[in-house]
């Protein structure tokens, strides 16, 4: 009989500890929103190859939606048994395939990426989106709040393959914005830092731009590289310079 009593005080354990796991992991308190820039993930050493579907615009484009703790912590793979269904989200394929596109080698229609993203990010924001077409749609919707090409280039910051100080950009973003972004950078095959992603955070309904309450560590010198555009996605080639 003890060892009976010991059994089921195990499994009431476990369910409880169970539980409480699967509470931390989808409490959200807010998003990073990243818009990655293809110039720079080209000009890395690994380069890259653009979706065989043919259709990535020729601007910051999503990198992806993803959900954080109260400490910043991201969230990650709260339910692998959750996986991509395309069928969930056949009216954003289209707009998805541009805006959202894998820059990954070998050239694919972008599914594995977006199979990835759903899995370890969208799959612990479902106490805030209700499925698939939900996580996907806010992502796309927050990219088109900010352009943020069109707003660096208004302020003379071109990728052009110049240098341009990263507490300049911080702040053009920022007075277009009413936010203050966080700027990724990684290094090029010469060894050069280069902007490659902007960070914004996003309110716990996913909806809305907000200063964050926690930045990510910093990646970038004071001095950063914005590197040109010069994939061919109809080619589905990065061509170097």
């Known amino acids: 009989m003890a060892s009976a009593s010991s059994f089921q005080l195990m499994i009431l ?5 169970a539980a409480l796991s699967v509470s931390h992991a989808t409490s959200v308190h807010f998003f990073h929103h990243a818009q990655v820039w293809a110039g720079s993930f080209c000009a ?3 380069g890259c190859c653009f ?3 043919g259709m990535v615009s020729q601007e910051f484009t999503v990198h992806g939606l993803f959900p954080c703790s109260s400490s910043g912590t991201r969230l990650m793979n709260c339910d692998r048994g959750n996986s991509l269904d395309l069928s ?3 009216g954003l394929l289209h707009t998805m395939q541009r805006k959202w596109p894998s820059y990954s080698c070998p050239s694919s229609d972008s599914t594995p990426f977006w199979a990835h993203e759903w899995s370890k990010h969208g799959t612990c924001s479902l106490s805030v989106f209700d499925g698939q077409y939900d996580y996907f749609k806010a992502g796309l919707d927050l990219k088109d709040k900010v352009n943020i090409l069109q707003i660096l280039e208004k302020e ?6 110049q240098y341009y100080s990263s507490e300049r950009i911080t702040r053009v973003l920022q007075i277009a914005t009413g936010v203050t972004p966080a700027l990724d950078c990684t290094v090029d095959k010469f060894g050069k830092y280069q902007l490659y992603q902007v960070m914004f955070c996003v309110d716990k309904s996913g ?3 907000m200063d964050c309450p926690v930045y990510p560590e910093p990646t970038c010198p004071s001095i950063i590289r ?3 555009f010069r994939g061919s ?4 080639i990065y061509h170097p310079f």
């Open 13 to 17: 354990v476990i369910q409880c500890l």
């Open 44 to 46: 890395s050493e690994k």
């Open 51 to 53: 979706p065989n579907t």
């Open 88 to 90: 969930q989200i056949t």
């Open 156 to 161: 003379g910051i071109i990728p052009d393959g």
């Open 207 to 209: 909806s809305e731009f």
């Open 226 to 228: 914005f590197p040109p």
């Open 233 to 236: 996605a109809a080619e589905g």
